[in-house]
C-alpha cells in the first residue's frame, strides 16, 4: 500500500516536534535514492537549518531520519555536505561496474 504524506505544512521547529510526537510506531520511505536527495534538501531548505540553535538542530536531524530512512550518519554526513555546498549532491560510485579478472599465471622472481 503506497501513503503519500504532504509535509508542506511543517515548517516550524513545533510543527517537527508535533511530527516526531505523533508518530513513534509508524515507518516511512521515500522511493529512490534521488527523491531522498531532493525531499533532504528541500526540507532544510524549508526549516531554514542554517539559521537554527543547536536543539532545532537536533530534532531536524530526528525529523529527517525518521521520514527518509537514513541512518544518523547518513544524514550527518548530508547535512554536512549541505552546510558546505548549500546543495546536496548524490555521487554514483559504482558507474564502470566490477572488474572480473582472470587468473594470471605471474612470473616467479628467480631471487631464492
Do not use: C, H
Request: hydrophobic content about 30%.
Amino acid at each position: 500500500m503506497v501513503t503519500y504524506m504532504n509535509d508542506k505544512k511543517i515548517r516550524t521547529l513545533d510543527d517537527v516536534r508535533a511530527f516526531l510526537a505523533g508518530t513513534t510506531g509508524i515507518e516511512f520511505s521515500i522511493e529512490g535514492k534521488d527523491a531522498r536527495y531532493r525531499w533532504i534538501e528541500q526540507t532544510l531548505r524549508r526549516l531554514k537549518y542554517r539559521s537554527l540553535p543547536r536543539r532545532g538542530r537536533g530534532l531536524v536531524l530526528r525529523y529527517l531520519e525518521r521520514v527518509s530512512g537514513y541512518s544518523r550518519q547518513s544524514i550527518t554526513r548530508l547535512v554536512a555536505q549541505y552546510r558546505r555546498t548549500g546543495k546536496l549532491r548524490r555521487r554514483q560510485r559504482t558507474v564502470a561496474g566490477f572488474r572480473r579478472y582472470r587468473a594470471i599465471s605471474w612470473p616467479r622472481s628467480s631471487s631464492r
